[in-house]
């Protein structure tokens, strides 16, 4: 069983940082995909950042580009989302989910993740 945990969650003042992590447990952390998904209240779910199994160069929304950074560690099976210059839209409970399916139909939309974390909440306000 594939589990995952988040941590790393809080409140930020604007222009602030914050590191998310995500610790994978079960299944081969080295075959799947990984991304980070966000949801603001009354709004979607929406992609903010992925990378696919091959650890090529990562994908992000346009919202969140040059801002936020997206690794992973295969030795210690964990994704981080690093978020720097964050603004109040930024708020939402983050969530981290991996899939060994096709990367392209998870970039686009046309598939769901196979697992996923439960949620952190980020905070961006003065």
């Known amino acids: 069983q594939v589990q995952l945990v988040e941590s790393g969650g809080g409140l930020v003042q604007p222009g602030g940082s914050l590191t998310l992590s995500c610790a994978v447990s079960?299944?081969?952390?080295?075959?799947?995909?990984v991304g980070w998904l966000r949801q603001a209240p009354g709004k979607e779910r929406d992609l903010v950042a992925a990378q696919n199994w091959l650890g090529d160069s990562p994908d992000y929304a346009d919202s969140v580009k040059g801002r936020f950074t997206i690794s992973r560690d295969n030795v210690k099976n964990t994704v981080h989302l690093q978020m720097n210059s964050l603004k109040p839209e930024d708020t939402a409970v983050y969530y981290c989910?991996?899939?060994?399916?096709?990367?392209?139909?998870?970039?686009?939309?046309?598939?769901?993740?196979?697992?996923w974390g439960q949620g952190t909440q980020v905070t961006v306000s003065s």
């Open positions: 079960g299944g081969t952390f080295s075959d799947y995909s």
């Open positions: 989910a991996v899939d060994n399916g096709s990367y392209y139909y998870l970039l686009h939309g046309e598939a769901s993740w196979d697992y």
